[in-house]
């Protein structure tokens, strides 16, 4: 988390030096809520992600559950019927990722990569071309341009995991991704918590869908596929340790916000587009050598009290 937090208050920092030279004066108020309903859709894949990750496992499938939801609720014209129905068959194809993981004890990544080609397709069926629409009383809701609505589900989703890291199942996400073994001869139900933690993540996707549409007011089959890789980026960024068992989805949040800010920053500093990947990975890399040596110096500085 103090990884996190450090490389979040360093591109902020950047963030408005780089806005006020651009513009001439600081961010308003309208372009702090278009950061927060851009941000949101990633933020709650990124939480998905870090579940997952938190179990010793990863899901490269995040990017076909998420364009599979983009793509219903734009074809069915944005209604919040759409958007409950994007929400249950979400975690339908996380409990699935859970079953092939757990039940079928196939490693994560292949299981993931699998099923990603699965969801993918399916979305093309639903929605050929981008398209679609979105009701204009449940974008008013979710991602109100005028209004920051999204500080409501950026609030729920701090609380939600707040809660679920005190709860029994949250205390076995980490047991089981410490220890599995350990965890199981313990009695913990290591594949009830491996299909709860895939249905969670799944889950977490069907909400980013739905506010990636509400957001841009169209849809597009392909448009969850970029979350793949800055999901776990901002898992990296947020300090969770891929052997499992260690980190908090708050460091993902907080990832999930450094990496939105850093195209901003490209943005305004007048990078070319075609240029920006390779910035982003040099930060990503940058941002996590300098967290690493960060807590290497905290915990060196308790060693020596």
């Not at 729920?156 to 089981?176: D, K, S």
């Not at 901002?234 to 800010?261: D, K, Q, Y």
């Not at 850093?262 to 990503?284: E, H, K, M, N, R």
Request: proline share 4%; hydrophobic share 50%; with cysteine.
């Amino acid at each position: 988390m103090k990884q996190a937090l450090l490389v979040l208050t360093g591109t902020y920092t950047t963030y408005l030096l780089v806005y006020t030279t651009s513009l001439g004066h600081l961010p308003t108020p309208f372009d702090y809520l278009s950061l927060l309903n851009t941000c949101l859709p990633l933020i709650f894949v990124a939480i998905g992600q870090s579940l997952v990750v938190l179990t010793g496992g990863i899901d490269l499938s995040v990017g076909g559950i998420m364009s599979l939801g983009i793509a219903i609720i734009a074809a069915r014209g944005g209604t919040a019927t759409a958007a409950l129905t994007v929400l249950i068959i979400c975690t339908a194809c996380g409990v699935l990722n859970g079953l092939l993981v757990a039940r079928g004890r196939i490693a994560p990544i292949l299981t993931t990569l699998a099923t990603l080609s699965i969801f993918s397709g399916l979305a093309l069926r639903t929605l050929p071309v981008p398209g679609g629409s979105i009701d204009p009383g449940l974008r008013a809701v979710l991602t109100h341009p005028d209004v920051p609505t999204g500080l409501i589900w950026l609030g729920a989703a701090v609380g939600g995991w707040l809660v679920l890291r005190r709860t029994r199942f949250g205390m076995r996400i980490y047991a089981v991704g410490s220890d599995e073994a350990a965890a199981r001869a313990t009695g913990i139900p290591v594949v009830r918590v491996k299909v709860g933690v895939y249905g969670l993540c799944g889950l977490c996707c069907g909400i980013a869908a739905v506010l990636y549409v509400s957001a841009t007011t169209s849809g597009d089959p392909n448009a969850g596929m970029p979350f793949i890789l800055t999901s776990i980026a901002a898992v990296v960024v947020g300090g969770i340790a891929f052997t499992g068992g260690r980190g908090s989805a708050l460091g993902a949040m907080a990832g999930a916000v450094a990496l939105t800010l850093v195209t901003d920053v490209l943005f305004f500093a007048g990078i070319d587009p075609l240029y920006q990947s390779l910035f982003q990975g040099l930060f990503l890399v940058v941002a996590v050598l300098l967290g690493s040596g960060a807590v290497l110096a905290g915990n060196r500085r308790r060693a020596a009290a």
